[in-house]
């Protein structure tokens, strides 16, 4: 099984930082995704990178796949972007279901 | 356009109770997957289906039964209940597999007493 690690596991912030989140995984994957969890609310996914950098409004997601790490970044961060972020992996085997890291709990006070 | 939908979004079960929780998907997707998600853990994958007719196991299948019969619901059975299945479940489903984008349902918050 791929061991997927996130850092750090609980994160505040002031209003307007820049934030970073990182994931590391242990064996080669065909693609890592940034999902998004609301308090009590369902999962959303924000970003899937197999290579490279991508980039959606105030997020910004980069992989290396040598070093086998991606982060995710907020810039201008906001109240609003509170949330529990989870890196996941796509496995090769159980139909390539996502393998996932325990998650990121994040709170950005005003 | 729904997505991914989840009922019920809540339930309460009593040990050695069955229930069925069903998951429909109006995007056309091959792929779908059970999760649970317990504090402290990422998910786990419970069982999946990579096509209509077919299931698979996952990482904790125990006590879990799965049923892909049209290939826009995906059902999850619990044929007795125990109080070590209290968990929230996530039905997930996706073009084909993890390396196309995945799409979440709203959440179960299953409780076993």
């Known amino acids: 099984k791929n061991e997927v690690e996130q850092s750090p596991q609980n994160l505040t912030a002031q209003e307007g930082e820049f934030i970073t989140i990182n994931c590391s995984y242990s064996v080669g994957i065909s693609a890592l995704h940034w999902l998004q969890q609301h308090p009590g609310g369902g999962i959303v996914s924000l970003f899937m990178?197999?290579?490279g950098k991508k980039k959606h409004g105030r997020l910004i997601a980069t992989i290396n796949i040598q070093e086998k790490h991606s982060s995710l970044h907020i810039t201008a961060s906001h109240p609003r972007d509170s949330a529990v972020y989870i890196c996941?992996?796509?496995?090769?085997?159980?139909?390539?279901?996502?393998?996932f890291g325990k998650g990121t709990s994040l709170l950005v006070t005003p | 356009n729904a997505g991914v939908t989840q009922t019920p979004k809540f339930r309460v079960l009593k040990t050695g109770q069955s229930m069925t929780l069903l998951c429909a998907q109006d995007m056309n997707h091959e792929y779908m997957y059970w999760y649970r998600q317990d504090p402290g853990m990422g998910l786990r994958l419970i069982h999946y289906?990579?096509?209509?007719?077919?299931?698979a196991k996952g990482e904790v299948p125990d006590g879990y039964n799965v049923s892909r019969l049209k290939k826009q619901n995906f059902l999850l059975g619990l044929e007795s209940a125990a109080p070590s299945q209290t968990s929230v479940y996530f039905c997930a489903s996706s073009f084909e597999g993890g390396g196309t984008e995945a799409f979440f349902g709203q959440g179960t918050r299953l409780t076993v007493v």
């Open positions: 990178l197999s290579s």
């Open positions: 996941a992996v796509a496995a090769g085997d159980s139909g390539y279901a996502l393998n």
């Open positions: 289906s990579v096509g209509e007719g077919t299931t």
